[in-house]
């Protein structure tokens, strides 16, 4: 099992910027990719981004392209979220997400065996 924190949430305005991190626990961090997800009360959980072991690969929903930044820094057992543009409708609670099972696409949340505990973004309009 694989301990993940995330930090970085907050209040905002439309348009504004917050980045998120998610430190994950253990020495095995560089063997497995990490996603990013989002959840609004009363509402499924939702992909945002994930990026596989070495990074050389990331995947976004088509509502974050363009804004969203994911990347993860390998010494540091860290993965980011860069939110640029914010907008209201991005308000949720941020979940970080690790090792994926095999077959699993990465952008189902069952695919994921570890998660962290969330942290709150909202975005005033």
């Known amino acids: 099992q694989v301990g993940l924190v995330e930090s970085g949430g907050g209040l905002v305005q439309a348009g504004g910027s917050l980045r998120l991190s998610c430190a994950a626990s253990?020495?095995?961090?560089?063997?497995?990719?990490m996603g990013w997800f989002r959840q609004v009360p009363g509402k499924e959980r939702e992909f945002v981004a994930a990026?596989?072991?070495?990074?050389?690969?990331?995947v976004y929903s088509d509502s974050v392209k363009g804004r969203f930044t994911i990347s993860r820094d390998n010494t540091k057992n860290t993965v980011y979220l860069q939110m640029n543009s914010l907008k209201p409708e991005d308000t949720a609670i941020y979940y970080c997400?690790?090792?994926?099972?095999?077959?699993?696409?990465?952008?189902?949340?069952?695919?994921?065996?570890?998660w962290g505990q969330g942290t709150q973004v909202t975005v005033s309009s």
């Open positions: 997400a690790a090792r994926p099972r095999l077959g699993y696409d990465l952008r189902d949340t069952r695919a994921y065996n570890d």
């Open positions: 253990g020495r095995t961090f560089t063997t497995y990719s």
């Open positions: 990026i596989t072991i070495g990074g050389a690969t990331t």
